[in-house]
């Protein structure tokens, strides 16, 4: 059996118990050695075999696991952060499907979660938008023009930008096109729950500016939104007035009632 693991965005206390236990069984690991955190490695047990991805293929590490995974060993594929974004799962997924090697995912902590405990931030307030906008400003992978960040900032929603730290001019640029206030508060979370880790905070106006001067170029998250503001009207379901399925109302004259 094959494990595609989350391992959440670095600090080792932040992948799954179910991803740690995966690990400590595992006799076969192949992680993503560019972004994981190598200290999640001492999880596994004398002997487990350890393959760092970062200088293989998608050949190289598909041989590698189904080999093992043939010949009866549990393995454990670490993908950072959760597998399911930017992780190039489904390209393994279907090499797994083609050689007939089952295989499940464990969801991780993606460091889009990391960067926003590290602000402690909400990304969807009430009055502010209820949208968070998960995307990535365009380098050699393509992006769909549909999906520019220039159509993305029209919504004015809450924006996550992956893989973009060293692509900041342009990014700046296509949102304020798109429709953001240059002043609107954006934030930049360098290496999110690592010992290192820090977070700058800006406005899409000064984002490329404020990357530049910390010297911010990868593994980095940017967030941007009205919502890194602070602002933003208090949830219903809390309020006095909101009666739901587990509390009735008190009374009040809110909007909310
Ligand atoms: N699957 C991962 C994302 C992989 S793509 C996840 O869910 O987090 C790699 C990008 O993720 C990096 O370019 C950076 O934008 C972001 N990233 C990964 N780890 C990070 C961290 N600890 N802090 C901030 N951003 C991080």
């Known amino acids: 059996m094959i494990h595609f693991v989350g391992a959440g965005p670095g600090a080792p206390d932040l992948i799954t118990v179910r991803g740690a236990r995966l690990l400590g069984a595992a006799d076969v690991v192949v992680y993503a050695g560019s972004l994981v955190n190598p200290e999640l490695l001492s999880l596994c047990r004398p002997g487990c075999e350890v393959h760092d991805s970062a200088g293989m293929t998608l050949e190289q590490t598909t041989e590698v696991l189904c080999s093992a995974a043939k010949a009866g060993k549990e393995c454990v594929r670490l993908h950072t952060g959760d597998p399911a974004l930017y992780g190039a799962i489904a390209e393994q997924m279907a090499e797994l499907d083609r050689a007939g090697v089952p295989y499940d995912v464990v969801p991780g902590v993606s460091s889009l979660f990391g960067a926003t405990a590290a602000l402690r931030c909400e990304l969807t307030r009430p009055g502010v938008t209820q949208s968070v906008v998960v995307t990535r400003a365009e380098g050699r992978t393509p992006v769909p023009e ?86 933003g009207d208090r949830s219903c379901l809390y309020d006095p007035g909101f009666a739901h399925g587990y509390r009735a109302a008190e009374g009040g004259d809110g909007p909310c009632t």
């Open 146 to 231: 549909r999906e520019s960040l220039r159509a993305w900032a029209a919504h004015g929603a809450t924006m996550a930008l992956f893989l973009s730290a060293g692509l900041l001019e342009g990014a700046q640029e296509e949102l304020l096109a798109g429709g953001y206030a240059s002043d609107v508060p954006a934030a930049i979370v360098y290496r999110a729950s690592w010992p290192d880790e820090a977070t700058y905070r800006c406005t899409v106006g000064t984002l490329a500016a404020c990357a530049r001067e910390h010297g911010v170029r990868k593994t980095a998250l940017v967030l941007v939104g009205d919502v890194l503001g602070g602002e």
